[in-house]
C-alpha cells in the first residue's frame, strides 16, 4: 500500500482511483461495508483503490477544547488496511485552515485535480467542510459537474441504532466488551510500550508489564480484565489492571499485565493488548496477603478461560 502525506497532494503521479473518504477510527462493520464496497468498484473498473483520511481527528480541532479518543492509532489502522489490499492511503493534516476551506474549492482542488479519483465512497450520512457544508446532496452534486461517480453506503444497524465509533467508545467506557464486539467485529485492542513501573509485581512474586498506550485511546472502567497480550508475534494469556491500585494508596493511573508462567525483561518492548473479559472491579484489599491471593485466583481463572 502506497501511504502519502500531504496537504495537496500536487507533488505526485497518482493512478486513476476510486477513494473513500472518511476518519475511519475503529474501522468497525459500518467502515468495513463501505470499504469493501470501495474494494469492488476499484476492481470492477480495473481502477486503484484508497482512502481519504484526516489526522488529527477532525473534532480535535473544530470541538471547541473537545478531547478526542481513540478506538485505533494510526498504525493500527494503516495495518488493516494493509491486510484489505488496499492501493493507496492518502492522509491530510487536519487544522483549522483546513476546517475552514469550502467544500466546494476542497473537492476541486484535492480529489479533482491532485488524486486523480474517478469514483468516491461515502456513508449517506457524509459530512465535510465548513460547517458540515459537504454533505451527500453537494457531493453527488459536485460529482456530476466533474464527472466524478458518487456511491452512498447504507449505514449498518445493530437493533435500533446504527454503528458508529461514538457508539462503541461510549460501550468501551461502559465496559461492555461483548457489544463492543459485535459492533468491531473483533475485540478491543489496545497497542504500546512496556514501561518500568514501581516494581511491586515482582516483589510479591506476580511481576507486570506496565504498558503505555501509543495513543489517547478510551478506556473501559477501572478493574481487572482477562486479556490477550501479543508481544514478539508470540500470543499470550494475561491479567490486566487497570486503575490506580487503592491498596497501594497510588493516584497514578496504570495499566498493568501479568503473564502467567512467563519470565523475561520485556522493558521497551511493543505490545498489543486484546480486551476479552471484564472480571471485577478495583477494591482495596485489607493487607497485601489478600490481593495476593485474589490476584492467583484471576490467574486460574483466566487460565481456564482463554
Excluded: C, W
Excluded at 193 to 202: I, L, M, P
Amino acid at each position: 500500500m502506497n501511504i502519502i502525506k500531504s496537504n495537496t497532494f500536487d507533488q505526485y503521479e497518482i493512478d486513476k482511483n476510486v477513494i473513500a473518504i472518511g476518519s475511519f477510527d475503529g474501522i468497525h462493520k459500518g467502515h468495513q461495508k463501505i470499504l469493501n464496497k470501495t474494494l469492488e468498484i476499484a476492481n470492477n473498473k480495473g481502477l486503484k483503490s484508497g482512502i481519504l483520511t484526516f489526522e488529527p481527528h477532525p473534532q480535535e480541532v473544530i470541538g471547541d477544547g473537545y478531547k478526542h479518543y481513540y478506538l485505533s492509532t494510526r498504525s493500527q489502522k494503516v495495518m488493516t488496511l494493509k491486510e484489505m489490499n488496499f492501493d493507496y492511503y492518502f492522509e491530510m493534516i487536519f487544522s483549522e485552515e483546513l476546517s475552514l476551506t469550502p467544500f466546494d474549492e476542497f473537492f476541486k482542488k484535492i480529489i479533482v485535480n491532485n488524486l486523480n479519483t474517478k469514483h468516491i465512497v461515502v456513508g449517506t450520512d457524509f459530512k465535510l467542510g465548513h460547517k458540515g457544508d459537504g454533505n451527500i446532496s453537494k457531493l453527488k452534486k459536485l460529482g456530476k459537474e466533474y464527472n466524478i461517480e458518487i456511491t452512498a453506503v447504507n449505514p449498518l444497524k445493530i437493533g435500533d441504532h446504527k454503528i458508529s465509533s461514538s457508539i462503541i467508545r461510549d460501550l468501551v467506557s461502559a465496559g461492555k466488551l461483548k457489544e463492543v464486539k459485535k459492533h468491531l467485529d473483533n475485540n478491543f485492542i489496545l497497542e504500546g510500550e512496556v514501561v518500568e513501573g514501581f516494581g511491586r509485581g515482582k516483589k510479591l512474586g506476580i511481576p507486570t508489564a506496565n504498558i503505555h498506550p501509543d495513543t489517547e485511546y478510551v478506556l473501559p472502567p477501572d478493574g481487572v480484565y482477562a486479556v490477550y497480550i501479543y508481544l514478539d508475534k508470540k500470543k499470550y494469556k494475561g491479567v490486566a489492571n487497570f486503575g490506580h491500585k487503592p491498596t497501594f494508596d497510588d493516584d497514578n493511573f496504570t495499566i498493568e499485565v501479568h503473564i502467567p508462567d512467563f519470565d523475561g525483561d520485556i522493558y521497551g518492548e511493543f505490545v498489543r493488548l486484546e480486551l476479552i473479559e471484564f472480571l471485577r472491579g478495583e477494591k482495596e484489599f485489607k493487607d497485601v496477603d489478600e490481593l495476593v491471593s485474589t490476584i492467583k485466583d484471576d490467574i486460574l481463572y483466566i487460565k481456564e478461560v482463554l
